[in-house]
């Protein structure tokens, strides 16, 4: 998802309107940080396409390393 700053995005508002109704999703932030994102209308999708593309990202994702549990992550990442 490509950011947009506030003013910026003020100025540019009805392109950016039309970049999302073309499936693009932008975040617009504030100060630096995500406050709003513009997605297309049409951003409904079932529960069969959503499955499908978590399984597209599932696939994509490199294997965890040899040994290493996705408790061991969840450890590491509490740390």
Same mark, same amino acid.
């Given at each position: ?5 506030l /003013?910026? !995005?003020? *100025?540019k &508002?009805?392109? &950016?309107?039309? %970049? ?7 975040g617009?932030?504030?100060r630096?940080k995500l !406050?709003?994102?513009i997605? #297309? ?9 959503a /499955?499908? *593309?978590?399984? %597209?990202? %599932?696939?994509?994702l490199? #294997? &965890? #390393?040899k040994?290493?549990?996705i408790?061991?992550l969840?450890?590491?990442? %509490?740390?």
């Amino acid at each position: 998802m490509r950011t947009i700053g506030l /003013f910026e !995005a003020k *100025q540019k &508002l009805s392109e &950016l309107v039309e %970049r999302a109704s073309e499936g693009e999703r932008i975040g617009i932030t504030r100060r630096g940080k995500l !406050a709003a994102v513009i997605a #297309p209308a049409h951003d409904d999708i079932g529960v069969k396409e959503a /499955f499908a *593309q978590i399984d %597209r990202i %599932r696939r994509s994702l490199k #294997p &965890l #390393p040899k040994g290493t549990t996705i408790k061991d992550l969840i450890e590491e990442g %509490r740390r």
